[in-house]
């Protein structure tokens, strides 16, 4: 069964102090890893997909990473408002499923 | 403009009672979903549907139906709801870009089963 772990589930940080957060996998036939942003009290939002591994994206102070187990989203000098719940989700097997499996995310609370 | 709209925002109801969450997009997205967030904060997959046709339907139970009138509107209807149904309900859409796979979401109903 396709397997998504999000670590850590909670993580403060200072305004400025640049961390990690990592997404671990375990699926059969990876399609893609993607990383969305929560909101309280909103749906998902769309940071990133990553395909290969060694592949890299970036948007602002986000920077996605994938190898072959696992994934991390980079926050360079974080602000208060980067403070979400980000998501990872992992699309796997073949014949033209959509299905997204997510993982739990990780709560992230940046203070001034 | 709203891209995924869903609604109601909130919904309070008691057991055994049957209730509808309708959801429209403006996106001309070809595909839909609905995802359920449990309490525990998993989002999982509950049903898609590509062109008014049902592609994914995960294990679901039966007292939940889902209807695509057309592929801008997926609405689901829940019989006989059990206080387990309790969970806030997301519904999306996707578009397949140069970024790979896009979902939008909505912003969710909150369900609460009493």
């Known amino acids: 069964e396709d397997q998504v772990t999000q670590s850590p589930e909670a993580l403060r940080l200072q305004e400025g102090e640049s961390s990690s957060l990592n997404c671990s996998y375990t699926v059969s036939g990876l399609r893609g890893l993607f990383w969305y942003r929560q909101d309280p009290g909103k749906g998902p939002e769309f940071l990133f997909t990553?395909?290969?591994a060694g592949e890299e994206k970036e948007k602002e102070r986000l920077k996605a990473t994938l190898t072959k187990k696992e994934s991390f989203l980079h926050i360079t000098a974080p602000k208060p408002e980067d403070s979400a719940t980000y998501l990872c989700?992992?699309?796997?097997?073949?014949?033209?499923?959509?299905?997204?499996?997510f993982g739990k995310g990780t709560k992230l609370t940046v203070n001034p | 403009d709203t891209a995924v709209s869903q609604t109601p925002k909130y919904l309070v109801t008691q057991m055994g009672n049957d209730k509808s969450i309708k959801c429209e997009q403006n996106l001309g997205h070809d595909t839909m979903y609905w995802y359920k967030q449990d309490s525990k904060k998993f989002l999982k997959i509950m049903f898609s549907?590509?062109?008014?046709?049902?592609?994914i339907n995960e294990t679901v139970p039966n007292r939940f139906s889902p209807k695509s009138p057309d592929k801008a509107h997926l609405n689901l209807h829940i019989n006989s709801l059990e206080l387990g149904d309790s969970a806030v309900y997301f519904c999306?859409?996707?578009?397949?870009?140069?970024?790979?796979?896009?979902?939008?979401f909505g912003s969710g109903t909150q369900l609460s089963v009493l």
């Open positions: 989700a992992v699309q796997a097997g073949q014949g033209g499923s959509e299905k997204l499996v």
């Open positions: 549907y590509n062109n008014k046709e049902l592609i």
């Open positions: 999306a859409s996707s578009l397949w870009t140069g970024e790979g796979e896009k979902l939008f």
């Open positions: 990553l395909y290969s």
